[in-house]
């Protein structure tokens, strides 16, 4: 009787092997391992936030304006719990997604502010928050590509055949995916103007 349950055990295990059971697991794995880096490189962003906005703050005080958006961006950001269902939920993965757009935005306007203060920009404290900033600016753009691609890699498992069977019986479904906020916006030409006077016309010959 023993041997009779080890061989369907066994022969169970199988099935679940050539139906795509394991290729499932492992990519929804990866797709774990690959958010939590996302989350990692965003919590230091946020983190770095206070301080470059208390730096802004003693040349600046007067642009209260962008630095309140920039904390009250910091704030919305920390107000979204970033749970593992988070990754199953596309609506809170979209509003996830756009409070991290906003504190994007914001520190953009800072930066922006930045350029009309040169003691600021000279000063090594914001020097070294700003070089910390775009480093994890790249380092997010990396983790979100990676979270990307293994995201891709299971959606394309759970809705080929068969294993699109195996994802449905144990309740798999496609995850959202990072997308671009404003697609209509950049999908427009890049207007260019250098101020330069339309040049006249050639003489008539």
Known sequence: ??????????????LLSGCGYNTLQQQDEQIKASWSEVLNQYQRRADLVPNLVNVVKGYAGHEREVLTQVTEARSRVGS??????????????????????ELSSALSRLMAVAENYPQLKADTLFRDLQAQLEGTENRITVARNRYIAAVQ????TVRSFPTNITARVFGMAVKPNFAVENEREISRPPAVDFGMPAPAPAPAQ
Not at 4 to 11: M, T
Not at 153 to 156: G, K, L
């Open 1 to 14: 009787m023993r041997k009779l349950i080890l061989a369907l055990v066994f022969v169970h295990l199988l």
């Open 153 to 156: 890699d299971y959606n394309v």
């Open 80 to 101: 979204v719990q970033a749970t593992p269902e988070l990754l199953n939920d596309a609506q809170a993965f979209s509003r996830f997604q756009a409070a991290q757009g």
